[in-house]
């Protein structure tokens, strides 16, 4: 070892949170990355606060981390992330255990940050600053890593669903112009990515290309070595035609589509302020099959918002009857501080609303397994990512995102396969080598 300092990262939340993460490791090239938090010297919690429980995990987390501190003083402890920009003073003024509080758009002042609270001071930092983070927070390059990488492209959002805390804890809307997108990319797949994921909170709000996320993608595919192109999540009144052309017109686009509509009644949809309609979704999501007839849909509900009935729920039901996902996040309404939504009165009991939850994903589980099951005799291309639990084999992604294990040799790993599926399990897809 060289004996630089020592760096834990743990990470809640979306993907973005994942794709920061790497930044901020990146941004404190002289910490190695540790697996543990017993061995680190800076420990740096990057944090959500999209629901309740996700944000109370961070203060029990942070309990555990006292005797650590208590054994070594020089540890430091830092919190990043939405939790970072929502209740930032709030933690450095109720938990001395933490040294460094850093919002989602001042990563980049991270290394100073942590100069100062290694003089002994603490540092604050959830500022909306003017220069842009992302180009301040070069990758070292030359890191090698995995086929599969994330790429934030937009950040922030503008819509304020009445239920969400996302447009506070990220900010306003704002794209990264497609060049820098592109060259980003280039640089993965020098590294060894094969399949590269659009982030962003409205990745289909995109402008940073004349073209939009279309013509990005478009740009993108061009790219020798990248091979797969996925991008997640996007908002339905985003969903231009050029996209929905995209996916019938560009092979490294994958079929698949994370699409949320959060409620199938209409009354609901106006109430969380998602500015669409039921009826819409269903058409946009008959027009986005219509150009990729085998496209998979994913989605996000939420259920047990105020003044949710017992018929609304039932058209809930009703929609996801009709889309027919093959995948699907739901998730029972968590009132947030500071939404309008959590003004409300008329709260869902909490046991009716866990029990339209356990319908819902009832029916969910039921459309995955059947999504599943057809794959079953199917020949498929999959990105093999690592090895597998069983010695000699491996496992990886299909086109549409699920996951496919096989036996085949290790040098495989990074590569695109074709493979036929055999049997289908509650969580994988088995196959052998087409
Ligand atoms: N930008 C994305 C979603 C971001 S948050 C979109 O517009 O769809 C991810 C998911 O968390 C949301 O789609 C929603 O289903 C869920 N979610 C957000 N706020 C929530 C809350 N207050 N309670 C329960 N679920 C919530
Ligand atoms: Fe939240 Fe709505 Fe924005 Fe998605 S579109 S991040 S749910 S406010
Ligand atoms: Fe959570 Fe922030 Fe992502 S609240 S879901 S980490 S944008």
Do not use: W
Request: glycine share 10%; hydrophobic share 35%.
């Amino acid at each position: 070892m060289d004996g630089g300092k020592k760096l834990f990262i743990k990470t809640y939340g979306c993907q973005m949170n994942v794709y920061d993460s790497e930044r901020m490791a990146e941004a404190l090239p002289d910490h190695d990355l540790v697996e543990t938090p017993e061995e680190a010297d800076l420990i740096l919690l990057n944090t959500c606060h999209i629901r309740e429980k996700a944000a109370e995990k961070v203060y029990s987390e942070l309990g555990r981390f006292k005797p650590l501190k208590a054994a070594k003083p020089d540890l430091k402890i830092g919190v990043a992330g939405c939790v970072a920009q929502a209740e930032g003073e709030e933690i450095v003024r109720r938990q001395p255990l933490v040294d460094l509080v850093v919002g989602p758009q001042a990563y980049h002042r991270l290394p100073e940050m942590e100069r100062r609270v290694r003089d002994g001071s603490r540092a604050l930092d959830t500022d909306f600053p003017e220069e842009d983070k992302f180009e301040r927070l070069k990758g070292r390059g030359g890191m090698r890593r995995g086929p599969t990488a994330f790429l934030t492209v937009q950040e922030g959002c503008d819509k304020f669903c009445s239920f969400c805390v996302v447009p506070y804890t990220r900010g306003a809307e704002r794209s990264r112009p497609a060049e820098r997108v592109v060259a980003e990319a280039r640089g993965l797949v020098e590294r060894g990515a094969r399949e590269v994921t659009l982030l962003g909170q409205n990745v289909n709000a995109y402008h940073g290309h004349d073209g939009g996320l279309a013509g990005l993608i478009m740009d993108l595919a061009r790219i020798d070595g990248l091979e797969r192109i996925r991008y997640t999540t996007s908002h339905p009144n985003d969903m231009d035609d050029a996209l929905i052309e995209a996916h019938g017109a560009e092979p490294k686009l994958m079929p698949y589509l994370h699409l949320p509509v959060q409620s199938g009644s209409d009354r609901i949809l106006k109430a969380m302020n998602r500015k669409h309609t039921s009826e819409g979704y269903l058409r946009l999501i008959a027009r986005v099959r219509a150009a990729r007839p085998d496209i998979v849909i994913s989605g996000d509900f939420i259920v047990g918002f105020p003044g949710e009935t017992d018929s609304d729920f039932e058209e809930t039901m009703s929609l996801v009857r009709e889309v027919g996902y093959g995948h699907a996040f739901s998730f029972k309404y968590s009132a947030r501080p500071g939404t309008p939504a959590a003004e409300r009165g008329s709260r869902v009991p909490d046991g009716t609303a866990s029990a339209r939850l356990d319908r819902l994903q009832r029916l969910l589980a039921e459309q995955q397994a059947g999504a599943m099951e057809a794959m079953v005799g199917r020949e498929v291309g999959v990105l093999f990512e690592k090895e597998g639990r069983s010695p000699g084999q491996l496992v990886g992604k299909s086109e549409h995102l699920m996951a496919v294990h096989a036996d085949l040799p290790g040098d495989r790993i990074g590569t695109l396969a074709k493979v036929r599926i055999t049997a289908s399990n509650p969580n994988s897809l088995s196959a052998v080598p087409a």
